[in-house]
């Protein structure tokens, strides 16, 4: 009998090598899918070892993004957000576009309006995405900048009153990254441990990729294909602002889509600006204040929140990074 103590235990490390194996598996399966929603290509993978109930989460962090764009896009004339823009003097908001527009509100006060979710009408002016985009004449960026900044929003319970009947409210610069909050946190409801969600580098990932963490490439700003370094991250957002996805040139000058709310220009001390923070909210509207205020302004700002990390490449090409950037690089 004593000599069928060694053959047991032999037998169960085999069945315990073959579990292990068999799951790590079935970890393996991965439904990713690819979606345009809010003006980008949204791609969101899922590792989960049931793959239909990895596809059947998907379908619902998609659809409740469709649902965030329905509700903060100014590009739907009936979101609440372009209603607020036609609004005379305020509108009543649901509880989240009130939450979006109160995070934005107070990134706009704390990078004293760098981050400006009242410059709707000069994005509009600029109309990026249109056919034919060119360089508005001074007046009319004059008149689109008068009235603007921090304190031309006002938000009491969910009422948004704003300062003129000519201002329009665009949540462009935060909305993405609440959207993909959502998507991460249905995801979670739907019983996924791992995936990523990333809404044109607007990013967030639930867990780790399996056992370990997730390897996110930062797009290079100048280098097409190129990486500028890699991160290892779980359960964090990663999103990365650059001055390369949206813009046009005219006489070897590049205009792109983040304003600079001080001169009604396209914002031009740094080529990308990359922040880690848990929500993608947060990280995406210091993304876009980092980008406007510049290396040395915007590490102070990012120097406030706990556990915010940035790595900026300035409009020289120089690295500047938080702290603790370093030890998520690999
Ligand atoms: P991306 O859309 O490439 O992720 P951002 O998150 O920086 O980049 O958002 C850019 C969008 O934010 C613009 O298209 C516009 O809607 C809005 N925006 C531009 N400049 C500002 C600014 N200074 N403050 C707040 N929002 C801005
Ligand atoms: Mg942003």
Same mark, same amino acid.
């Not at 399966?29 to 989460?57: C, F, H, K, P």
């Not at 704003?162 to 979670?188: C, S, T």
């Not at 590490?299 to 690295?319: K, Q, R, S, T």
């Given at each position: 009998? =004593? &000599?069928?103590?060694?053959?047991?235990?032999?037998?169960?490390?085999?069945? =315990?090598?073959?579990?292990?194996?068999?799951?790590?598996?079935?970890?393996?399966?991965?439904?990713?899918?690819?979606?345009?929603?809010?003006?980008? $290509?949204?791609?969101?993978?899922?590792?989960?070892?049931?793959?239909?109930?990895?596809?059947?989460?998907?379908?619902?962090?998609?659809?409740?993004?469709?649902? +965030?764009?329905?509700?903060?896009?100014?590009?739907?004339?009936?979101?609440?957000?372009?209603? &607020?823009?036609?609004?005379?003097?305020?509108? !009543?908001?649901?509880?989240?576009? !009130?939450? $979006?527009?109160?995070?934005?509100?107070? +990134?706009?006060?704390?990078? !004293?309006?760098?981050?400006?979710?009242?410059?709707?009408?000069?994005?509009?002016?600029?109309?990026?995405?249109?056919?034919?985009?060119?360089?508005?004449?001074?007046?009319?960026? *004059?008149?689109? %900048?008068?009235? +603007?900044?921090?304190? =031309?929003?006002?938000?009491?319970?969910?009422? $948004?009153?704003?300062?003129?009947?000519? %201002?329009? $409210?665009?949540?462009?610069?935060?909305?993405?990254?609440?959207?993909?909050?959502? !998507?991460?946190?249905?995801?979670?409801? =739907?019983?996924?441990?791992?995936?990523?969600?990333?809404?044109?580098?607007?990013?967030?990932?639930?867990?780790?990729?399996?056992?370990?963490?997730?390897? +996110?490439?930062?797009?290079?700003?100048?280098?097409?294909?190129?990486?500028?370094?890699? %991160?290892?991250?779980?359960?964090? *957002?990663?999103?990365?602002?650059?001055?390369?996805?949206?813009?046009?040139?005219?006489?070897?000058?590049?205009?792109?889509?983040?304003?600079?709310?001080?001169?009604?220009?396209?914002?031009?001390?740094?080529?990308?600006?990359?922040?880690? *923070?848990?929500?993608?909210? %947060?990280?995406?509207?210091?993304?876009?204040?980092?980008?406007?205020?510049?290396?040395?302004?915007?590490?102070? &700002?990012?120097?406030?929140?706990?556990?915010?990390?940035?790595?900026?490449?300035?409009?020289?090409?120089?690295?500047?990074?938080?702290?603790?950037?370093?030890? &998520?690089?690999?």
């Amino acid at each position: 009998m =004593a &000599l069928n103590r060694p053959l047991i235990l032999v037998l169960l490390v085999l069945a =315990a090598t073959l579990a292990y194996f068999l799951r790590g598996d079935a970890r393996e399966q991965q439904v990713r899918q690819s979606r345009i929603l809010m003006g980008t $290509v949204v791609e969101i993978n899922v590792l989960d070892q049931d793959a239909r109930r990895a596809q059947a989460a998907v379908e619902a962090a998609f659809a409740e993004m469709a649902r +965030i764009e329905e509700l903060m896009s100014v590009q739907r004339p009936d979101s609440e957000v372009a209603r &607020l823009g036609r609004a005379e003097q305020s509108l !009543a908001v649901s509880t989240e576009t !009130a939450e $979006v527009l109160a995070l934005g509100l107070e +990134i706009a006060r704390r990078s !004293a309006g760098a981050f400006d979710p009242s410059l709707g009408r000069l994005k509009a002016l600029w109309d990026l995405e249109g056919d034919a985009p060119r360089i508005p004449e001074q007046a009319a960026i *004059a008149a689109a %900048l008068e009235g +603007i900044g921090p304190q =031309a929003l006002r938000l009491e319970g969910l009422r $948004v009153y704003k300062a003129h009947p000519e %201002l329009v $409210v665009d949540l462009g610069g935060i909305a993405k990254g609440y959207a993909v909050d959502r !998507a991460v946190a249905v995801l979670e409801q =739907a019983g996924i441990a791992s995936a990523s969600v990333n809404a044109g580098g607007d990013l967030r990932l639930l867990g780790g990729r399996g056992e370990r963490p997730w390897r +996110i490439g930062i797009q290079h700003p100048r280098e097409a294909g190129e990486v500028l370094t890699i %991160l290892e991250l779980s359960d964090r *957002a990663v999103v990365t602002s650059g001055d390369y996805e949206r813009y046009f040139e005219q006489d070897g000058r590049r205009y792109h889509h983040i304003f600079d709310p001080r001169t009604g220009f396209p914002a031009d001390a740094v080529q990308s600006v990359t922040l880690v *923070a848990d929500s993608a909210m %947060l990280a995406d509207a210091l993304a876009t204040a980092v980008f406007v205020l510049g290396p040395r302004q915007g590490l102070d &700002l990012v120097g406030e929140f706990p556990g915010v990390e940035v790595l900026i490449v300035d409009a020289a090409g120089a690295l500047h990074a938080s702290a603790g950037m370093a030890e &998520l690089q690999r």
